[in-house]
């Protein structure tokens, strides 16, 4: 359990360094991973909210780390950039 709690402390630091907030940070490693994805399938695998899920795509989408286009009226598809 000490060494979980050093690695994910670790690991906060670096992204946060970045300037990438840790959902940002989930989306984008996630997009990276498994290739372009519906918004509320990144939602539900990362476990946010809709609301916090459409912030972090938004975000990452205005640095140009990814974008996001409409597929229906109700969702999106996000890519990595």
Do not use: C, Y
């Not at 690991?11 to 290739?35: N, P, Q, Y």
């Not at 938004?58 to 996001?68: E, F, P, T, V």
């Amino acid at each position: 359990m000490k060494a979980h709690r050093t690695l994910a402390r670790l690991a906060t630091r670096s992204i946060e360094s970045s300037e990438v907030g840790l959902s940002d940070f989930a989306v984008l490693e996630m997009l990276l991973h498994k290739g372009p994805q519906p918004v509320n399938e990144i939602g539900r695998r990362i476990e946010l909210t809709s609301g916090a899920i459409t912030t972090a795509v938004i975000d990452s989408s205005r640095a140009a780390w990814s974008h996001a286009r409409p597929t229906r009226a109700t969702e999106g598809l996000a890519s990595f950039a």
